[in-house]
């Protein structure tokens, strides 16, 4: 008898290749963050079959560092470049966002499905474990158990605030 060490990962694991296909995976948003989602998707011209690459789409805007960088304090003088300067780096508004978003309940949830590529879920997962640290290191520290579901939620809520249409 082999010991089990000895057996193909693809008998243990089933027969998925290394390669990864895309994942299916669900968000809890708002009932009417669900409605407006789709105004905005809609305005942006993605139609409804092409909600995981808008899912993707607002991903990568909202983890975009140059964006966090142009939506920061720019000084008018001297004294306040040194301030400027000492703020934390431009991840930490989008981690302070997530953060934020987790300490408050979803009321009135909804439960939308995308299917992801791996390296975007790989992205998401990596947002969780950096704003999952930028908790921690709060005064008080924030202990919360953060998901990729929990940065599309946010940013999803953040894309959607962009065009006005959060309130609903």
């Known amino acids: 008898m082999k010991a089990k060490m000895d057996v193909p990962a693809a008998e243990v ?24 989602m789709r105004v905005d998707m ?8 092409e909600k995981s690459i808008w899912m993707k789409d607002t991903l990568d805007a909202f983890l975009d560092t140059e964006y966090w960088r142009s939506k ?16 934390e780096d431009p991840d ?3 981690q302070r966002i997530v953060v934020d978003s987790e300490c408050m309940r979803v009321m009135d949830p909804a439960k939308e ?31 919360l158990d953060l998901s990729a579901s929990s940065v599309l939620r946010t940013a999803i809520l953040w894309r959607i605030g962009q065009t006005g249409s959060a309130g609903g």
Not at 72 to 86: K, N, V
Not at 116 to 133: F, G
């Open 92 to 94: 930490s508004s989008w």
């Open 72 to 87: 920061r304090y720019i000084p008018d003088c001297e004294e306040d470049e040194e301030a400027a300067q000492s703020e």
């Open 42 to 49: 809609t305005t942006r011209g993605y139609g409804l079959k």
């Open 113 to 143: 499905w995308f299917k992801l590529d791996p390296e975007t879920l790989d992205r998401a997962l990596a947002a969780a474990i950096r704003s999952a640290y930028y908790g921690l290191h709060q005064d008080p520290p924030l202990i």
């Open 13 to 36: 694991f089933g027969s998925r290749k290394a390669a990864r296909e895309p994942v299916q995976i669900s968000v809890m948003v708002p009932k009417k963050a669900q409605k407006n």
